[in-house]
């Protein structure tokens, strides 16, 4: 199954909630999120039997590779009853979780027992207070780093721990984190400061480009460009010439990899939303609820992705920043990233 760019689907993402333990600035900024902010009622979420049915319909349609998100997806109860669920679904090969890692100390044994192949965390510096301004949160990084390594003895490897790096906050941890994380079973990648939604106050000037990210790091410890190992792979790899791991960059600001794009998200109502960078989704919970036959549910998921057309990130790179900064006050609102998942 091919959209109209000719990209296939096989990687699904899905929401299992839109609540999350932490208010990130770039992601649940504490004043939009704040105690009256309503988050979706139980009964809008999607259960478990309906993620498998949409599962086993995208995997049908290529989307061998599943990813939960959230929200944090730990914060939903018995998780690890999904992913046996899914663990379980033809045509579904591996299961995958991002996480901000906080509860993950408790639960890694568990859900790499129910069949969760690999986990990506995400932290940002191990700096606390560092941490806690990009968090919004007072969270410890010991605590992170104690779900990383739970995870790293269930066998959970190689974890992944994303960096979501901003001008003028985090740009300082950039080395101190690849020190840390250097010779260890983990791949660190480092994410350009994004656009996504409407509520974080998002500008260009903070980005930290991918390009300056490598040449900080290469200062430091020599690296070598590794190539691509699947298509719609999205992070750029290097390895350290002295064989202590890799690192991988994620750069949708400076250098777009919309051509490259297989993947589809499922917000935890059942919305699918074709591009991270999405205004609207397209109803899937209707059609789960009223009845339709697991024949009906595939093809509308066809439906939906023989359609997209997307490609944000591209369209935003062959524009100027001033006139980003311009068009973004006025455009329609953005989905949240806390809604749909990164």
């Known amino acids: 199954m091919r959209d109209l760019f000719d990209r296939?689907?096989?990687?699904?993402?899905?929401?299992?909630?839109?609540?999350?333990?932490?208010r990130c600035r770039y992601c649940m900024p504490r004043e939009v999120y704040g105690p009256g902010f309503e988050f979706l009622e139980r009964a809008a979420l999607l259960s478990f039997e309906e993620i498998v049915r949409v599962a086993r319909a995208a995997a049908q349609l290529g989307a061998h590779k599943v990813r939960l998100t959230g929200g944090e997806?730990?914060?939903?109860?018995?998780?690890?009853?999904?992913?046996?669920?899914?663990?379980?679904?033809?045509?579904?090969?591996?299961?995958?979780?991002?996480?901000?890692?906080?509860?993950?100390?408790?639960?890694?044994?568990?859900?790499?027992?129910?069949?969760?192949?690999?986990?990506?965390?995400?932290?940002?510096s191990l700096d606390d207070g560092v941490l806690r301004r990009m968090s919004g949160a007072a969270i410890s990084s010991r605590r992170v780093l104690s779900g990383i390594?739970?995870?790293?003895?269930?066998?959970?490897?190689?974890?992944?721990?994303n960096m979501m790096v901003r001008r003028g906050v985090n740009e300082q941890c950039i080395v101190p984190m690849a020190a840390h994380f250097r010779q260890r079973p983990v791949v660190l990648r480092f994410i350009e400061y994004m656009d996504v939604g409407s509520s974080n106050g998002w500008r260009p000037e903070q980005v930290v480009p991918a390009a300056e990210i490598v040449a900080r790091l290469n200062e430091q410890w020599p690296l070598r460009a590794l190539p691509r190992r699947a298509h719609g792979e999205v992070a750029t790899r290097y390895r350290y010439e002295d064989g202590a791991g890799e690192i991988g960059l994620i750069h949708s600001v400076s250098s777009p990899f919309c051509a490259g794009c297989t993947r589809a998200r499922i917000s935890a109502d059942?919305?699918?939303?074709?591009?991270?960078?999405?205004?609207?989704?397209h109803d899937l919970r209707a059609v789960l609820r009223g009845g339709a036959s697991?024949?009906?549910l595939r093809a509308r998921l066809q439906g939906i992705w023989s359609a997209r057309a997307d490609r944000y990130s591209d369209e935003r790179g062959a524009a100027a920043n001033a006139a980003i900064a311009a068009s973004a006050?006025?455009?329609?609102?953005?989905?949240?990233?806390s809604y749909i998942g990164g």
């Open 270 to 281: 059942g919305q699918v939303f074709t591009c991270l960078f999405a205004h609207r989704g």
């Open 8 to 22: 296939p689907l096989s990687d699904l993402r899905i929401s299992v909630t839109d609540r999350c333990n932490l």
């Open 294 to 296: 697991d024949q009906e």
């Open 73 to 124: 997806p730990l914060l939903r109860r018995d998780i690890e009853r999904l992913v046996a669920m899914l663990a379980d679904t033809t045509g579904v090969e591996q299961i995958a979780m991002t996480t901000n890692g906080l509860l993950l100390e408790g639960k890694a044994e568990k859900l790499a027992e129910a069949g969760l192949a690999r986990v990506t965390v995400s932290l940002d």
């Open 149 to 161: 390594d739970a995870a790293i003895a269930a066998g959970l490897q190689p974890v992944k721990v």
């Open 329 to 337: 006050a006025s455009s329609a609102a953005k989905v949240e990233m």
